[in-house]
């Protein structure tokens, strides 16, 4: 069982907004970075949000992440089918001395 | 171009030995921090090991004292030695190119992973 926690589902139809959670403790992203990760099955995995809400080059804006206290978010707008995937959140966790990835959460577009 | 490819993967007995090999193109592997990630079937992604750019070495719990992650400057190469394999360890491997010379911020380049079986 992970330190950040994660709904193991989610779902949105074409053009909704979701948005996928990460709660953890101030033991990590309390007083770390934040970053999020999309894995389609068979694919390697693929950096959307690094630093709490920093999209790499080539990640649509449609894709945003915040950090607020001890939880952050992924938030996905004009979801389209191709963002049918597995989403993970990770921070260091300080008092574990590891980097951790939550359990993830399987995206499904309706 | 910059890319990962991961090999050594196969199926080992518990107890047994294998050695995980990740080359990199495109970058210099001793320039960043470099990791292992892994999937077992049906499970999520976990966190394995680090290599920072100063060698400074990081091992998720499960396999400290196991497994041992290193680096060959001049082939620029990644490795995994993994020893006293249990069949928990069973996952696909993933090499990554962290983005900090420093252990642990993002992983922004990643190989296409490597199936580790462990049984007999």
């Known amino acids: 069982q992970s330190v950040l926690t994660q709904p193991p589902s989610a779902s949105g139809t074409p053009g909704q907004r979701v948005t996928i959670s990460c709660s953890g403790s101030s033991c990590n992203i309390g007083g770390n970075l934040v970053f999020w990760y999309q894995h389609l099955p068979g694919a390697a995995p693929r950096l959307l949000i690094y630093n709490n809400d920093q999209r790499p080059s080539g990640v649509p804006d449609r894709f945003s992440g915040s950090k607020s206290g001890t939880s952050a978010s992924l938030a996905i707008s004009g979801l389209r089918s191709e963002d049918e995937a597995d989403y993970y959140c990770v921070a260091w966790d300080d008092c574990l001395k590891g980097r951790m990835f939550g359990g993830g959460t399987k995206l499904t577009v309706l | 171009e910059v890319y990962l490819l991961e090999s050594g993967g196969g199926l080992v007995q518990p107890g047994g030995s294998q050695r995980l090999s990740c080359v990199a193109s495109g970058f210099t592997v001793s320039n960043y921090a470099m990791s292992w990630v892994r999937q077992a079937p049906g499970k999520g992604l976990e966190w394995v090991s680090t290599?920072?750019?100063?060698?400074?070495?990081y091992y998720t719990d499960s396999v400290r004292g196991r497994f041992t992650v290193s680096r060959d400057n001049s082939k620029n190469t990644l490795y995994l030695q993994m020893n006293s394999l249990r069949a928990e360890d069973t996952a696909i491997y993933y090499c990554?190119?962290?983005?900090?010379?420093?252990?642990?911020?993002?992983?922004?380049?990643w190989g296409q992973g490597t199936t580790v079986t462990v049984s007999s």
């Open positions: 290599i920072s750019g100063a060698s400074y070495t």
């Open positions: 990554a190119k962290d983005t900090n010379i420093k252990c642990c911020y993002a992983m922004d380049v």
